[in-house]
């Protein structure tokens, strides 16, 4: 069963969603050999494709929405996308993304830092045609908005931040890149401004409440579903429930836990059961929820049709997921 048949929200673009899947299976043809089977190790099967949804369901709040250039910017995105989490892996020598094998860890570091560069070219490449300037500026400003997510994640001292500083953190990582999505596809379509801004607030908020979730995901999910739980706490990253778990206990010893490194399983799951006590998971996902609010509230400033139930669907089930 495809993603399309299991939720509604795909329905309205299954045709375009088609054309991107072969597309990206199409990535490495002509490519160096590694490349190309790398490219086949990360397309061979879909993922959610969520960005990708999201620009051809905004892209149709404007008269242009069936240009072709709809499927270039969608497939740079989950391209920037993909690249992204390419590199992550190797700074988090992570062995398995969703059940599936990184590619550092099918080949070696070397090679997958230089597989995801070769997917951040061909997302420029595909974004330097574009007909409109200032959506090829969102692409650019979106990977530099990348980049400053994970260079302040990665060279920040270890502490626990505060919930702004994580929110800034994940606007960066996560949001901005649903925010291009939205605000780029709406533009590109000649969407009328006010509709371009509720589009771009819409992306922002969705984007936010998806990284919170799947930050409660990493220490309440099952790992049968593909998400490896704590992977989260093994690397001393402090998320939005371990924050608000540490504003909740006396003194700072689960803090200095949290944030210790080389945990072994058993004080993993310690902690895991000691921060779903702490009441921390429920007041993230209420955070989560309160974004997921904020996002269906951008929709109202849009006209009433198919594609904007869909987004509100979308908005529900990024909420309601389990991996």
């Known amino acids: 069963m495809t993603i399309a048949q299991r939720q509604g ?14 597309r990206l299976r199409d990535v490495g043809r002509g490519a160096h050999p590694t490349f190309a089977a790398a490219s086949t190790h990360l397309f061979g099967s879909p993922g959610k494709l969520l960005r990708p949804t999201l620009v051809f369901l905004a892209a149709r709040f404007g008269p242009h929405s069936s240009d072709r250039t709809i499927v270039d910017l969608a497939e740079s995105l989950e391209l920037v996308h993909t690249a992204s989490l390419v590199h992550d892996d190797i700074v988090d020598r992570a062995d398995v993304r969703r059940n599936v094998p990184t590619v550092n860890a099918v080949w ?24 409109k300037p200032e959506v090829i500026a969102i692409v650019a400003q979106t990977v530099f908005a990348l980049c400053d997510g994970e260079l302040t994640e990665v060279t920040s001292p270890p502490a626990i931040p505060s919930e702004k500083q994580y929110l800034d953190r994940i606007e960066l990582k996560t949001a901005s890149l649903y925010a291009a999505c939205c605000q780029g596809a709406a533009l590109l379509a000649d969407a009328d401004p006010e509709h371009v801004a509720a589009l771009g607030a819409y992306g922002t908020n969705v984007g936010l409440s998806f990284q919170i979730t799947d930050d409660v995901l990493d220490l309440v999910g099952s790992e049968a579903l593909g998400k490896e739980v ?28 949290i944030l210790a490194p080389d945990k072994d399983p058993r004080e993993r799951r310690d902690l895991i059961a000691r921060i779903r006590a702490s009441g921390g998971v ?31 669907e979308v908005a529900d089930f990024i909420l309601r997921r389990e991996r």
């Open 9 to 22: 929200f795909y329905a309205l673009v299954e045709d375009e969603l088609a054309e991107l899947q072969q």
């Open 282 to 312: 429920e007041r993230a996902h209420g955070r989560a929820r309160l974004f997921h609010d904020q996002a269906v509230a951008a929709l109202d400033r849009l006209p009433e049709r198919p594609e904007r139930d869909a987004l509100r």
């Open 230 to 257: 704590g992977r989260d706490l093994a690397e001393g990253m402090p998320t939005l429930p371990m924050i608000y778990a540490v504003e909740d206990s006396e003194g700072d010893e689960l803090a200095s836990r």
């Open 108 to 131: 070696n570091d070397d090679v997958a830092l230089i597989v995801g560069d070769y997917l951040f070219a061909k997302a420029y490449a595909l974004a330097a045609v574009l007909p």
